[in-house]
């Protein structure tokens, strides 16, 4: 069983930077396949970044490439994603997901494991 914590959301403003962090617990946390997605009111979870447990290869949503940065320790067990540049549209709960798989995925459906999500909110 893995069990997923994240942390670091909050209320900031557009054009401000916030790291959210993925607390894993469960054996072997290097075999996971780890994803960020995000949820906004009224609409569908959306994948935003995934990062693969070996080569730590990366995939971006369109909408977030060049101003978000996944990352992973696998000491830690921790991964976490650097979000720059941030605009209103980026307001969600974030979720921190994993997959035991060397292959990354960007389709929700193939994460068995979720965390509680954190919220976070851009004001302009």
């Known amino acids: 069983q893995v069990q997923l914590v994240e942390s670091g959301g909050g209320l900031v403003q557009a054009g401000d930077s916030l790291t959210l962090s993925c607390a894993a617990s469960g054996r072997t946390f290097s075999s996971y396949v780890m994803g960020w997605f995000r949820q906004a009111p009224g609409k569908e979870r959306e994948f935003v970044a995934t990062?693969?447990?070996?080569?730590?290869?990366?995939i971006y949503a369109d909408s977030v490439k060049g101003r978000f940065t996944i990352s992973r320790d696998n000491a830690k067990n921790t991964v976490s994603l650097q979000m720059n540049s941030l605009k209103r549209e980026d307001t969600a709960v974030y979720y921190c997901?994993?997959?035991?798989?060397?292959?990354?995925?960007?389709?929700?459906?193939?994460?068995?494991?979720w965390g509680q999500g954190t919220q976070v909110t851009v004001s302009s």
């Open positions: 990062i693969s447990w070996r080569s730590g290869s990366t």
């Open positions: 997901a994993a997959r035991v798989s060397p292959l990354t995925s960007s389709n929700k459906r193939d994460y068995p494991y």
